[in-house]
């Protein structure tokens, strides 16, 4: 029986977090999903969840082993509205998008569970 695929989300606020867990753990049911805390450490996480896709604001480029990234562009608070934007990067694959959704996420997801798992 193949491994269920992992899903690692280290963003900031908390609330898109868990608001994204949600959505992906509804369309994904047979996903693992972690959502680090603000002050847990992502590098450890990566060695511990050991995920297949992460999502997060900050990349370090450390990880070790084949994982494909979504990062998000950190929200301003302002006078206006502006659109959240996204770096996508899965097994040579890579794109930005200035309106990041949870299709973008999902989509990312599904390349990386057909490489990886």
Known sequence: ????????????PSM????????????????????????????DALLSVRPHLVVANLVRGTASGEIFWV????PRAGEKLELLGADISADGYSRSVSNVTTAHVLGALDRAEEKLV
């Not at 029986?1 to 963003?11: D, F, H, S, T, W």
């Not at 990062?71 to 950190?74: A, S, T, V």
Request: glycine share 4%; hydrophobic share 50%.
């Open 1 to 12: 029986m193949p491994e269920a695929p992992r899903v690692l989300i280290a963003i900031a």
């Open 16 to 43: 898109y977090a868990e608001v994204l867990a949600f959505s992906i753990r509804q369309h994904r049911p047979e996903v693992e999903v972690s959502v680090l805390g603000p002050f847990e450490g992502l590098e």
């Open 71 to 74: 990062k998000l562009d950190e």
